[in-house]
């Protein structure tokens, strides 16, 4: 059917599968039957990926629901339906996906040591010049306490 918000140019093609609904909004022109191909890939796909797809892998892995569907459709344009070709670039993905992982970890251990020094040293110069800052404020503020105190009780101590 047609979406009246949407303009009279706009329909929409679906397709049931066990419990998951996949909607295409398309422009009148497009095939019903060349959408629920394409449907047909993106399902295969999904279920290639995600081993038996379920609606909590399309909700917490949406960016690779997103990846997929990039490997067919580029901007409203089908780029691929064979399912072969899409597996080997998403696998492809996944493998350098993995590789970053891999380097991203060897540099935060790396790093880590090196890291932990530095921050250990600006801690201890903090906490050194704190200490040196906190003994001021506080000889300053019992003086001035000190002067509070005699002003209350009828001396005359002035501090400054």
């Given amino acids: 059917g047609s979406i009246p918000e949407w303009g009279e140019g706009v329909k929409l093609i679906y397709r049931h599968y066990a419990t998951l609904f996949f909607v295409f909004a398309v422009d009148q022109q497009e095939s019903d039957l060349g959408i629920l191909d394409l449907i047909q890939v993106f399902v295969e796909a999904l279920d290639k ?3 038996n797809v379920c609606e909590l892998d399309l909700i917490f892995h949406s960016d690779k629901v997103h990846h997929i569907l ?3 459709i ?3 344009m089908v780029l691929e339906t064979n399912i072969s070709n899409i597996l080997v670039s998403i696998n492809e993905q996944n493998k350098l996906h993995a590789n970053s992982q891999k380097g991203a970890n060897v540099v935060s251990v790396l790093g880590s040591k090196e890291t932990a020094k530095q921050a250990a ?3 201890a110069e903090a906490v050194a010049s704190a200490g040196s800052s906190l003994g001021g404020m506080v000889t300053s503020i019992s003086s001035r306490l000190s002067g509070f105190s005699g002003a209350l009780n009828g ?5 400054s």
């Fill in 121 to 123: 040293g600006t801690v």
């Fill in 74 to 76: 580029m901007a409203g």
């Fill in 155 to 159: 001396s005359s101590s002035t501090t």
């Fill in 70 to 72: 990039d490997e067919i």
């Fill in 49 to 51: 990926c995600f081993e």
